[in-house]
């Protein structure tokens, strides 16, 4: 499955929720659309915390040249699955005590979340290309200046 079809999939759930969380009312959907933080908030600390440290790990970690794309379908799937686990009497708790396991499961086993070494070349190479990219862009932009200014001179 392509990238494409799984952002069209997911943009088409999230657009589905921001309509729930908005009961059908049309301004609160398009301002919800334009503005997704005053829409996904959450009175139980657990999620906001889950909700605020997952979007600053994925605005943090995605630094290439596709990183508005990337943080949007990262943040999309939070807001999917967040609304699903808070909004739901029966997901909820499912949802604390499936995490509630994941941290148990974490601490006794660390070591799974230590990149191998394809993931930490994955990075090096993402992200290097992007400095690169943007050192490129840079240069190139600085010798069309550098030109500009000599046929003026």
């Not at 605005?59 to 739901?88: M, P, W």
């Not at 400095?131 to 200014?149: D, G, Q, T, V």
Request: proline share 2%.
């Amino acid at each position: 499955m392509k990238n494409g079809v799984i952002e069209n999939l997911l943009n088409t759930a999230w657009k589905g929720i921001i309509r729930y969380k908005c009961n059908g009312n049309k301004a609160a959907y398009r301002d919800g659309l334009k503005h997704p933080e005053q829409v996904f908030v959450y009175d139980d600390r657990l999620f906001d915390l889950i909700d605020s440290t997952l979007k600053q790990t994925a605005s943090d970690y995605c630094t290439d040249i596709h990183r508005e794309r990337k943080i949007k379908l990262v943040n999309q799937a939070l807001d999917v699955a967040l609304t699903i686990g808070f909004e739901d009497i029966y997901y909820r708790p499912l949802m604390k005590k499936m995490l509630d396991n994941l941290i148990s499961a974490a601490i006794e086993h660390p070591e799974l979340f230590d990149l191998d070494i394809g993931e930490e070349r994955s990075v090096q190479v993402i992200n290097g290309y992007t400095k690169a990219h943007n050192n490129r862009r840079r240069r190139e932009r600085l010798m069309r200046e550098y030109i500009e200014r000599e046929d003026h001179d």
